[in-house]
């Protein structure tokens, strides 16, 4: 395998992307991998001369642009989330960015017909194409976001020629083409439920509205706590007349997806419109659409932030996904069953 240097990296287009990272021909660019990227997760941020929201901006990056972090700030403010990112010219808040890698995989040579494999996506973006005989080769408006997972559903020719994975899509109905080495393939091993041993009685949920924070326990004996962000109060309700505020109560998780499409499922949605296609370890509570689930689209935990879901960080949505019950089937879809019990409360 073949690394390239952050040197030569820099050599062919900074932290733009373009057409490098995404070309359809990559060769031997394998297991390349830039952490320090960050990249605008919303209409725009600003880049502020000190770590501070009453500082002189000093400059505006734009959504999907990427900057490169040269360091993290603890400062005073905001309370909930006092980190700030140092980059040219200045310091940038890191409410609304997304830490990113570029790491390019090997195309899998084969899938079982019929079945499907779950991958994430590895590098900042990566943008799908459709194909039908109207209308041959179309690029889609949305994109497919780092840490985002999706099925493989078969290994096809691309717009370009070589193999690209062919991803079933629960929402839109209608397959669609990624570019292989933008996914990495999930191991079996890291899908496995974690203590599926212990009954359904002696594991639990709380999230704390109040505090914005989430607790698991087994037997009583608390195992994870973390910072979570809860709906919004007082936000628009939905096409369907669903509040944005998290509903308090008990519940228990009742569907577990590893990869769910949120949005209205518009194939040509420009990429600034509401629609986040796999999102990852996605646990339901309620029949009207609440779950517990993985975050690519900010990083502003501690506050209410979302449409009624409760916003995880993607390494923990993981591990609530294979801890909590009912126990996920590889290769499923999803899973039904009277699951783990979820206590929500101020």
């Known amino acids: 395998m073949q690394k390239i240097s952050r040197r030569d990296f820099l050599k062919l287009g900074g932290a733009s992307l373009g057409a490098f990272a995404f070309a359809p021909t990559l060769g031997g660019l394998f297991d390349f991998d830039d952490s320090d990227l960050i990249r605008v997760a919303?209409?725009?941020?600003?880049?502020?001369?000190?770590?501070?929201?009453?500082?002189?901006?000093?400059?505006?990056?734009?959504?999907?642009?990427?900057?490169?972090?040269?360091?993290?700030?603890?400062?005073?403010?905001?309370?909930?989330?006092?980190?700030?990112?140092?980059?040219?010219?200045?310091?940038?808040?890191?409410?609304?960015?997304?830490?990113?890698?570029?790491?390019?995989?090997?195309?899998?040579?084969?899938?079982?017909?019929?079945?499907?494999?779950?991958?994430?996506?590895?590098?900042?973006?990566?943008?799908?194409?459709?194909?039908?005989?109207?209308?041959?080769?179309?690029?889609?408006?949305?994109?497919?976001?780092?840490?985002?997972?999706?099925?493989?559903?078969?290994?096809?020719?691309?717009?370009?020629?070589?193999?690209?994975?062919r991803i079933y899509d629960d929402l839109t109905g209608f397959p669609y083409y990624v570019d292989a080495t933008h996914l990495k393939p999930i191991p079996l091993e890291e899908l496995t439920p974690i203590t599926p041993e212990i009954p359904v009685e002696h594991k639990r949920i709380e999230v704390n509205l109040t505090t914005q924070t989430l607790t698991a326990f087994e037997y009583d004996k608390q195992i994870l706590k973390t910072t979570i962000c809860s709906g919004i109060p007082n936000g628009s309700r939905d096409a369907n007349g669903i509040p944005t505020k998290t509903p308090a109560g008990e519940f228990r998780i009742m569907d577990k997806m590893p990869n769910k499409h949120m949005g209205n499922g518009n194939l040509f949605a420009d990429f600034t419109d509401y629609e986040l296609p796999g999102v990852p370890w996605t646990?339901?509570?309620?029949?009207?659409?609440?779950?517990?689930?993985?975050?690519?689209?900010?990083?502003?935990?501690?506050?209410?932030?979302?449409?009624?879901?409760?916003?995880?960080?993607?390494?923990?949505?993981?591990?609530?996904?294979?801890?909590?019950?009912?126990?996920?089937?590889?290769?499923?879809?999803?899973?039904?069953?009277?699951?783990?019990?979820?206590?929500?409360?101020?």
């Open 42 to 165: 919303t209409t725009s941020v600003s880049v502020y001369s000190k770590p501070s929201d009453d500082s002189p901006i000093v400059s505006t990056w734009y959504r999907d642009e990427l900057l490169h972090s040269l360091g993290e700030v603890v400062a005073s403010e905001p309370e909930h989330n006092p980190v700030w990112y140092r980059v040219w010219g200045g310091y940038i808040h890191r409410a609304r960015l997304q830490k990113v890698k570029i790491v390019f995989n090997k195309t899998l040579t084969s899938i079982e017909e019929g079945a499907l494999r779950l991958a994430e996506i590895t590098v900042p973006y990566s943008q799908p194409w459709r194909t039908s005989q109207a209308f041959g080769w179309q690029q889609l408006g949305f994109r497919l976001y780092y840490g985002s997972v999706h099925w493989i559903e078969a290994i096809e020719p691309g717009p370009t020629g070589d193999l690209w994975y």
């Open 283 to 346: 646990c339901f509570f309620t029949d009207k659409g609440h779950a517990f689930h993985g975050t690519y689209w900010h990083e502003n935990y501690g506050v209410p932030m979302s449409r009624g879901c409760i916003n995880m960080r993607t390494e923990e949505a993981k591990w609530l996904f294979r801890w909590a019950k009912p126990d996920h089937q590889i290769g499923k879809t999803f899973n039904r069953g009277f699951g783990t019990l979820v206590r929500i409360y101020y």
